[in-house]
């Protein structure tokens, strides 16, 4: 434990932000693990405008306040949780860092952060709920196959294992087409090219990592492959089981049907799509581009947020990805309105760059940012956040703080290009004292 301490107060020196920790992981995991990792669809436009499109919005700071005890701590579907950060799936986290599931378990438990393991993950949900019982959130992705057979089994063992929320994918009905995986050759079913072998090798940490580990698996499928299968058979279940149209609303009434405790619906980018979940009874949504994995074309998590919240009201909870990187960048989705933020990158950047200790390392870096950000901007804690102006970078105008009665009254005018001389706006939203 002293060991550990003073190796995470060392880290906090020499890698005091999350994005620092991004060169170090390229040169300590496979260029075909970081490449999937750090890379999304098509032109890769989508990934970046997630990033650039947080970095627009500023937070007017409030000050006189009384922000001693700032504090990050919070409740999500009736749990009590030590931030707003969910600790996000990533498919074949295991090929990234072998033991990632596991590590991640760990680091939520540790940490008090709720961890959405997925469907696609390296250790079983069972596994993933002995670890870390009070954290253990599940996402499902459909296997729409033989009527969803397997989906719903995934969700009867989620419920069994004791999950305390479900989140359904549905923003992949069909493959993305990754660019550098397709070079790369990375892809589903997984086959191991030489060069891909000669990659591996020039990395001896992680590879020291896979031979502690073994060769990562979807255990999740374990039940639907014979004992004993090879990873080949592994991947050819996966994909058969995927076959088909993906997740319909018909499908998430079913799923409702079933699933006694909180639901959520996760790829939501539209008003309209939220106001569905929430009148067949579902309990929350995740407004996600994935990340930029999915579909190019797509606007940006943080600039379609406010528009969900105003839909959805106070009706369910409303989480929100794409391009978190800091604790700053989760006050500003907060203040657009989001209950929640979910991470994933950052979190296997921590164990790419730094082993075991690192997811552990980046958790207690976005809630020190979180705190201090609720501190300097004067909110002091969640609550507070309501008090908060905000606008847009080249966009200050005098309707962006306009005033009535009540001085802590302030309006939000976002605008689809960033602001600017003859922006259309996509949305307005007052943020109550």
Known sequence: MADRDRRLARWRMQYPTVAGLEQRA????????FDYLHDGTGDLTNRSHNIAALGRIEIVPRYCEDVAAASTATRLFGRSYRAPVVIAPVGMDGAIWPGATRLLAETARHTGLPYMTGTMATASMEEVSQTAPESFWFQLYSMP??????????VRRAEAAGALVLA??????????????????????????????????MRPTWLAALARSGMPHFENMAPYCRPGAHKREYDLVVKDARAGSGVTWDTLARIRDRWPRALVVKGIMHPADAEKAAEIGLDGVVVSNHGGRQFDPSPTS???LPAIRAAVGRRMCVLMDGGIMSGFDALKALACGADAVLVGRAFMLGLAALGPDGARHVADTLVDELQI?????????LAGIARLALRHRDAWRAEDFETGSDPSRQRLHLTSNGGGEGADPVHKKELNG
């Open 26 to 33: 390229r040169r300590r995991i496979p260029y075909f693990a």
């Open 145 to 154: 196959a033989q009527d969803h057979r397997v989906s719903f089994d995934l």
């Open 168 to 201: 359904v994918t549905v923003d992949v009905p069909t493959r993305g087409r990754r660019v550098r995986d397709m070079r790369n050759g990375f892809s589903i079913p997984r086959r191991i090219t030489p060069r891909m072998m000669a990659g591996a090798l």
């Open 302 to 304: 943080i600039d379609v």
């Open 373 to 381: 950000a609720l501190a300097q901007s004067g909110a002091g804690d």
